[in-house]
């Protein structure tokens, strides 16, 4: 089992910057990719981000590359998104997700579904 806990959400005005964390506990031993999702009301969730522990591949949804960087303090378990350049199109409920899987995560793709959530952060961003 592993626990998930998202901070850093927040409202913030268009241009701005927020920086979500994703602590991780438990089985971390397991964990071979972190994975960013978004939800928004009435749309689909996707994977924004995720980074692979293993060789440190990363990937970002067209909509957010340039402006959204993920990082990890492997130290202490924890992922980080830095996102810059906000839109109200990037408001949404931010979800910290973690998979098992080598393929969970590579430059191409983010698997739709892993293994563990956070409870998710909301991410407002006012026009």
């Known amino acids: 089992q592993v626990q998930l806990v998202e901070s850093g959400g927040g409202l913030v005005e268009t241009g701005g910057s927020l920086r979500l964390s994703c602590a991780a506990s438990?089985?971390?031993?397991?964990?071979?990719?972190f994975g960013w999702y978004r939800q928004a009301p009435g749309k689909q969730r996707e994977g924004v981000s995720c980074?692979?522990?293993?060789?440190?591949?990363?990937y970002y949804l067209s909509d957010v590359r340039g402006r959204f960087t993920i990082s990890r303090d492997g130290a202490k378990n924890t992922v980080y998104l830095q996102m810059n350049n906000l839109k109200p199109e990037d408001t949404a409920v931010y979800s910290c997700?973690?998979?098992?899987?080598?393929?969970?995560?590579?430059?191409?793709?983010?698997?739709?579904?892993?293994?563990?959530w956070g409870q998710g952060t909301q991410v407002t961003v006012s026009s």
């Open positions: 438990g089985s971390a031993f397991d964990i071979i990719s």
């Open positions: 980074i692979n522990n293993r060789d440190g591949s990363t």
């Open positions: 997700a973690t998979d098992s899987e080598l393929w969970a995560c590579t430059k191409r793709l983010i698997k739709k579904s892993y293994d563990y």
